[in-house]
């Protein structure tokens, strides 16, 4: 028996605090290398390239695990904190 990982993501659940992004990419960062490298490490696959060319994320889905926080660490590509009290992710089973 084989389980896909979308159908163990579908358990957990989401509440995404709307204006105010716990992960954004800073005002004026081009897509840098560690940034390009998030949209195929994310867990989640969170990350994505938009139509002009730049790194955003899809908040909606994000584990917290902390992968892209820890690529764009060197440079400070990246501003990321967790979610205020309340929201994010919320793990079914732990």
């Given amino acids: 028996m084989s389980v896909k990982v979308e159908e163990k993501l579908f358990q957990n659940r989401y509440l995404v605090d709307e204006g ?5 990419v800073p005002e004026g960062k081009g897509a840098t290398p560690a940034l ?3 949209i195929s490490c994310c867990p989640a696959g969170c990350w994505g390239l938009t139509e002009d060319g730049k790194v955003e994320p899809t908040l909606d ?3 917290e695990c902390g992968t892209c926080r820890i690529l764009t660490a060197k440079d400070g590509d990246l501003n990321w904190n967790y979610p205020r009290g309340g929201f994010g992710i919320a793990y079914k089973f732990g």
């Fill in 20 to 24: 105010h992004p716990h992960v954004c």
């Fill in 61 to 63: 889905g994000c584990l």
């Fill in 36 to 38: 390009k490298a998030i």
